[in-house]
């Protein structure tokens, strides 16, 4: 009988350590889209590797230390912000006027606030200017002219717009803008070639953002996501990323989402709230829920992209319907998972 109840006890106990929730968890994407072995050079695929590794573990160094999901979305997401490989900040596409107009947004899971903005120009991290519009201001979101005096108000870092350009992608709005028969407006003042890095960007396609959700040490999660749009938008397009619910959500109450795709689509399928909707109202699991929304709802509309979530018990998910994601998560006790390719775990 003791040998029994030993057994038991040993059971219990190694089930236990397996299913243990980890302190804390950090899922990153940098886009989804046209994205195969064949498109991407060798060189290409060890420049992403190495930058998603760096991003991920930047954001896991933070919250191992304690720090909170909001600071290590912001630490992610800045040095995603600065690389010419991403769809962001300084890798950010232009639109057809040859300008860099750039969307950013954050939530907060805790509390449920928000901060968004769009369309900005001169602000070298989004993402910053995002969370400050959370926290600095009475509002959820600031747009163009308005966003950019907010920006120089609150303290956010100033950069000519200049800085943000790349070489590959004003090559890439050329070639739509001719595809479209458009005219191609004269370069930016004080643009320069880019350096090598620059030259590594893969284009894939009109999905490009970056996003990183996080679970905390105190059980919070956030989310965060940034974007230059896509290449050649006109009007004042505005895609899903500064949009809370469509392309950003969070919530202590079901999970973290950051999205990345058509915008469009995402937009009218409140894509990141709907996966949070599975998760709270319904009993999916994270995973179950991310499919849910983007292999079945999604797809069906006809859309592309895909979504990274955490939830506050740990699980942390990742669904697209393209033939790639950048893409890696990291959680206490557990390894750094990277992966770009559909045959990649």
């Known amino acids: 009988m003791r040998t029994f109840a030993l057994a038991v006890v040993l059971a219990s106990f190694v089930t236990g350590s397996a299913m243990a ?10 886009g989804a889209g046209v994205i195969e072995r064949a498109d991407l050079t060798p060189e290409q695929e060890a420049a992403y590797r190495a930058a998603l590794t760096k991003v991920t573990e930047a954001g896991g160094e933070v919250l191992a230390k304690g720090g909170s999901a909001l600071d290590a979305i912001e630490a992610a997401i800045h040095l995603l912000e600065d690389d010419p490989l991403f769809n962001s900040g300084r890798g950010a596409v232009f639109t057809a006027e040859g300008r860099n107009e750039l969307d950013a947004s954050i939530m907060d899971g805790a509390t ?68 479209q028969k458009l005219p191609v407006p004269s370069r930016p003042t004080g643009a320069v070639v880019a350096d090598e890095a620059a030259a590594l960007a893969h284009d894939e396609g009109k999905y490009g953002t970056v996003g990183v959700v996080a679970l905390d040490q105190a059980g919070h999660v956030a989310a965060g996501t940034s974007t230059g749009g896509t290449t050649g938008k006109r009007w004042g397009r505005v895609g899903d990323s500064p949009i809370i619910g469509a392309g950003n959500y969070a919530s202590d109450a079901s999970c973290a ?73 990291l959680a206490a006790g557990e390894p750094l998972s990277v992966g770009i390719y559909k045959d990649e775990p």
């Not at 929730?21 to 940098?30: C, D, E, M, T």
């Not at 989004?126 to 926290?135: D, G, K, T, Y």
């Open 21 to 30: 929730q980890p302190k804390w968890a950090i899922v990153v994407h940098g």
């Open 112 to 179: 449920l606030k928000a901060g968004a903005v769009a369309g900005v120009t001169r602000t070298r991290h989004p993402i910053s200017l995002a969370r400050a519009v959370m926290e600095k201001s009475p509002h959820v979101m600031l747009m163009g002219a308005g966003a950019d005096t907010f920006s120089r108000e609150s303290g956010a870092e100033q950069v000519e717009p200049a800085y943000f350009f790349t070489e590959r992608r004003w090559r890439s709005l050329e070639k739509f803008l001719a595809e």
């Open 257 to 329: 989402v950051s999205a990345t795709g058509t915008g469009e689509y995402f937009i009218r399928l409140t894509v990141a709230r709907e996966v949070c909707a599975l998760v709270e109202h319904k009993g999916l699991s994270l995973q179950a829920a991310a499919d849910e929304v983007i292999q079945t709802k999604l797809t069906a509309l006809g859309g592309d992209g895909g979504v990274i979530a955490v939830a506050p018990d740990g699980q942390m998910a990742w669904s697209y319907n393209t033939s790639g994601m950048y893409r890696a998560r």
